[in-house]
């Protein structure tokens, strides 16, 4: 049989680990950040909170969002956000609010303890990417965010924008 290493070391699987390596990371650092809310690192340090949940913290603009908004710009449809965004308000990150544009309408905002999550996760971020500069060394780490950013394409840039080939 033809050797089937490559399919333990193609760009997609390794690409997938990472993301998922970083992002287990950015969870573990945000569950001991002394600033974000006692009950939400509680939930972190336990795994109730996983890189599915990370989404809301992703994607829920400042000035809020629609729920079909955060669906599409996460991927994912909108019942499966829906259910995120449950969790996430019986956690007190988000709140559903009317949408003055249209009454019937719901608008997803960001909590103060959701805006404390978005802070401790900007600065989980920010660690987990220093690490990673460290393992690696600057000039990989530079290197791969290139790649990243023009194999992302718009994907990485523009919420909601799906590159099409």
Known sequence: MDDDRWRLTHFGRLLGHAARRFDERVLQLMAHNIDVPLALANLAARSQVNASHVHITRHVALEGSRLTELARNAGMTKQAMGDL????????IVTRESDPKDARGRI??????GL???KAFKDAVAQAEAEFRSEVGDEVAAVVAIGLEAYAGEWGTKPGRARTR
């Not at 965004?85 to 007190?92: I, M, R, S």
């Not at 997803?108 to 303890?113: E, H, K, L, Q, S």
């Open 116 to 118: 404390a999550w978005l």
């Open 85 to 92: 965004v449950d969790q996430a308000e019986a956690w007190g």
């Open 108 to 113: 997803v905002r960001f909590t103060p303890a």
